[in-house]
């Protein structure tokens, strides 16, 4: 794995080698359209189990590593001085639905921290549940910030920041001692110094910095493998990290969302979070292992059956879950007359 | 090209050599992720002008063949027999959004051919365009038939099926004569036997036939050039449909649609069609070739940024168009506190 990177030149130079091909559409007689991706699964000390494409090269994590960014409103204190549950912490990982539910949940944070949605640096959009999104513009009401499906990790941005007494306005910016905070965090776990990695900004306006997957695996093996491979402070954090998402995983997403559904079926042994343009971590409890994948073209469907089927084959999931799963991790699809017309699933090459 | 393809078997095997990386999705200082593509601009004689990946490998062309799939309702009459109009047309070749303009003529010309929404086999969905989709929720009603992007597509089936004394029923068989016919039309216009090639359902109920996009750019370009390439009646009926696509380029897609966009600044020179799972179709009648491209990844994103690079390389457009065109093009991203983020871009490799 890299310890270190170059600065990424923003073109596209002739890729040596190309990642497989690892999830296929198909319809009918045919396979439709393919998805290339990267996958990681590493342990804890940072030893590659399972490998598959190019993982060194540095990727987005996006909402992925929200596990990892949550790190500091435990560890600074702010979570026990707010008396944050398993909800709250589960929220602050969470890339949420905007059910109402996770809006109340985070409603009543922000209220309990002195804080209100106008505080949010997040932006808003229209909840990601159709029946929301439906009975949102019925009640003719505008999404706030509240709705945006990082304000549970906004709301853990704002509790850490008032926790110890710095200003909260310009929290999202890379400067603000909540980002630099997080950045420190992300490289004790991925062992890497970032101050040089490429960077951009995330679809809710914090920074996004490259990570290989290998070293973003890595990083969720140690949440999934603490001791020792962690300090005790950041141990205990993350264990309590992961049994908040274990314990709640509609907040972590939402009804009929494919880790939502995953965590309910399989609980603590996999706790695992999408990230935005095809990106998916997980961390492995039971088998001290962390997995990171991208799939090239940032498609989810693909990055949700990938994730799969590399649970599937780590024999994680016993016969009663394997069924239970069975669509989830290879869904149908189906057309607007409601005619099953082919299915998303892992190509033959994608083996162990 | 080829002029016959044994049957596909669906499995992924190694494929011999990648399509290229054409198209990239940047956020700050890096690529995040890449679409690969195949593309072929072809003559009306079947010369190849230009390709990029592996235009020999068979595609569904979705709804990018919707021109194609229209002859017949001018060839067998039922046009003329109507007296439909460009509007008409142009919806037949429509992957519409469901605006009130292109549900009210749908439904007007339904009632003109004594038909109605309950005769349509193409299944129900909510408008593509948002504040159509928010306006019908606060209507509370349910979309039918007539809001299916493809409902212009099935009036003109229906059409020609009451024009010939068929039964309506079922026209959405492979075995109707509505879908012989169209079968008939795709063998004629891309010189293959399709008998035998690997078949599925579309998402509006008809069939989906796999052609390599070599043969489906040759079709496009022989509705472009169609003198001496296709026999008199063929050659009026397909003028007579780049016509209206040109001269209705909002029905033919919507608000804010690439296609209808590029049709509004560029008049007939570029009649296009977009299809699903990352295909775009186009006939150039001025330089007579067509078009066809298929993003491995089935991303319509990456389609049309591809679809752009291909008219600006082949010096279709004057300057003011590209500048009119330009975001259109390679659209910025923003993200949701509409900060721009990165941009959709054709590759340093995508070149001629």
């Not at 190309?18 to 699964?41: Q, Y």
């Not at 090269?57 to 560890?75: D, H, M, N, T």
């Not at 949700?304 to 590399?310: I, N």
């Amino acid at each position: 794995m890299s310890n270190e990177h170059a600065r990424i030149i923003p073109s596209t130079a002739a890729t040596a080698i190309a990642n497989p091909i690892l999830v296929e559409v198909t319809r009918g007689d045919m396979v439709e359209s393919r998805h290339r991706a990267a996958i990681a699964v590493v342990d804890a000390r940072g030893s590659v189990v399972h490998a598959w494409g190019d993982i060194d090269r540095p990727v987005y994590g996006r909402s992925a590593l929200k596990p990892l960014q949550a790190l500091p409103l435990i560890e600074t204190g702010a979570a026990d001085r707010y008396g944050l549950g398993a909800a709250e912490i589960a929220l602050a990982c969470a890339s949420h639905s905007g059910e109402p539910r996770h809006v109340e949940l985070v409603s009543r944070w922000l209220a309990h921290i002195g804080s209100g949605p106008n505080d949010l640096e997040c932006g808003s959009h229209l909840p990601f549940h159709e029946p929301s999104l439906e009975a949102l513009i019925l009640s003719r009401r505008k999404p706030d910030a509240r709705y945006n499906n990082c304000s549970g990790k906004h709301t853990g941005f704002l509790s850490t920041a008032l926790h110890l007494g710095e200003p909260t306005a310009g929290y999202i910016r890379h400067e603000h001692p909540v980002q630099q905070r997080i950045l420190g965090t992300l490289e004790q776990l991925t062992g890497l110094t970032l101050g040089g990695a490429p960077r951009g900004i995330d679809g809710c306006g914090i920074p996004v910095i490259a990570i290989p997957l290998g070293n973003m695996a890595m990083a969720m093996a140690r949440l999934a493998d603490p001791d020792p491979h962690l300090p005790p402070a950041r141990a205990a954090a993350a264990k309590r990290i992961l049994a908040a998402m274990a314990a709640e995983p509609f907040l972590v997403a939402g009804s009929g969302r494919f880790c939502t559904r995953v965590m309910e079926v399989v609980g603590a042994k996999v706790v695992l979070k999408t990230g935005a343009e095809g990106v998916y971590a997980a961390s492995l409890p039971t088998l001290g292992l962390g997995v990171a994948l991208k799939v090239d073209d940032g498609a989810g469907r693909a990055a949700e059956v990938a994730m799969g089927q590399v649970l599937r084959h780590l024999n994680l999931l016993d016969a009663d879950e394997e069924t239970a799963l069975a669509e989830t991790f290879g869904p149908p699809v189906s057309n607007r007359v409601g005619r099953e017309t082919g299915s998303i699933r892992p190509t033959g090459d994608f083996s162990f």
